[in-house]
């Protein structure tokens, strides 16, 4: 008897939206490790045709093509579909990985104080359409896609999807509330999205990443040297009981179970914490 919990993605097709950046772009690998046809879309098409070709490459089973794709435009959604099916013949599962934070709808401070310097960016400076940028480019850019690959999937065996939400959704964290609010909803809509589907054989999970370096976050969490913790990620540190950042490596283990369908056939709507223990300590 075959073993039940060894990932296999054979003749499956995976589509993923955001992976020309790093961490997006090591999903796609380990689902090509496990045999899957992987689509890499991107709105910056040269990044993800780079990630398939460095997938390509490997002497792995599955094969990567890289799509350019805007998620909050419809018709390049459309676009993305159509060369993914033309290619592969259809998805089995979709990951919506495109998301971020924007500077202009984030404030200096944790804290509103009386006596705050002037230059200060608070919450009442926040910058409307930056807000909007980060509510859309996270929660339209899950939604979006889903419209557009999700109809098709119906029917398909095992078919399933597969959102990205963060510890900002089960407490916000300081400075960032546009993101915090828009991860929020992706949980929400990963629940919503499980339910509306559960009669027509289409599951959806999200993960919840913890605290992961990157180039997006490093200046928040080190100093310029990158070796010594600012305040914030020391923070961070203190408010993980493992001790630690996670590696985007740690990641793989959690996405690949609830994407395969023989591991994860009766887990629907749940959001997965991968997180050192981040969203159980209370800080004492």
Known sequence: ?????THDFTGKTVVLTGAG??????????????????????????????????????????KA????????EI?????????VDAE??????????????????????EYHELDLPEETKTFFDLDQSGVEFVFNLNFLGTLLPTQI????????????????SSMNAFTPLTKIPAYSGAKSAISNFTQWLAVHFAHVGVRANAIAPGFLVSNQNIDMMFEADHKTLKPRGEKIINGTPMGRFGEPE????????LADEKAAS??????????GGFAAYAGV
């Open 21 to 62: 950046g790093v961490l997006v772009s090591k999903f796609a690998e380990a689902f090509a490790q496990a045999g899957a046809n992987v689509a890499l879309l991107d709105l910056n098409a040269d990044a993800a045709q780079a990630r398939a070709d460095e997938i390509n490459a490997l002497d792995i089973p599955g």
């Open 1 to 5: 008897m075959a073993n039940q919990f």
């Open 65 to 72: 093509i890289a799509v350019a794709c805007n998620v909050l």
């Open 88 to 109: 592969f013949d259809g998805t089995d599962v979709l990951v919506n990985g495109a998301g971020g934070n924007n500077p202009r709808a984030t404030t200096d401070n």
């Open 75 to 83: 018709d390049s959604i459309k676009a993305a579909k159509e060369a």
């Open 266 to 275: 009766f887990v629907n709507g749940v959001v997965l914490p991968i997180d």
């Open 250 to 257: 740690e990641l793989l283990g959690g996405l690949l179970f």
């Open 149 to 164: 690959f999700a109809k098709d999937m119906i029917g398909r065996e095992g078919a399933n999807i597969i959102n990205i």
